[in-house]
């Protein structure tokens, strides 16, 4: 078992910026790959960025590139997700999710219970 804990969320203003975090505890954090999804009021949670286990490799929705950046840091068993230049279509719950393989990332095995991201105009 692979437990999630996100946070860092809350209410932000158009063009701001947050980092959100998901520490991770249970089985050795090292050996998975990571993600963030999101779920907007209304819609379908849907990804949002994914990181491999030794951080060679990482990769995102097209809605986010170039404004969000995933990271991790093995030795804190946490993973990072910086937000900048938020947008009210950011707005939803913040999700970190895990599997052994990042090819199976969008098929996570684990998940948190999510974060509150609120963007305001």
């Known amino acids: 078992q692979v437990q999630l804990v996100e946070s860092g969320g809350g209410l932000v203003q158009t063009g701001d910026s947050v980092r959100l975090s998901c520490a991770a505890s249970?089985?050795?954090?090292?050996?998975?790959?990571m993600g963030w999804f999101r779920q907007a009021p209304g819609k379908e949670r849907e990804f949002v960025a994914a990181i491999s286990a030794n951080s060679g490799y990482t990769y995102y929705a097209d809605s986010v590139k170039g404004r969000f950046t995933i990271s991790r840091d093995n030795a804190k068993n946490t993973m990072y997700l910086q937000m900048n230049s938020l947008r009210p279509e950011d707005t939803a719950v913040y999700y970190c999710?895990?599997?052994?393989?990042?090819?199976?990332?969008?098929?996570?095995?684990?998940w948190g219970q999510g974060t509150q991201v609120t963007v305001s105009s």
């Open positions: 249970g089985r050795t954090f090292s050996g998975y790959a």
């Open positions: 999710a895990a599997h052994r393989f990042i090819s199976s990332i969008q098929s996570p095995a684990y």
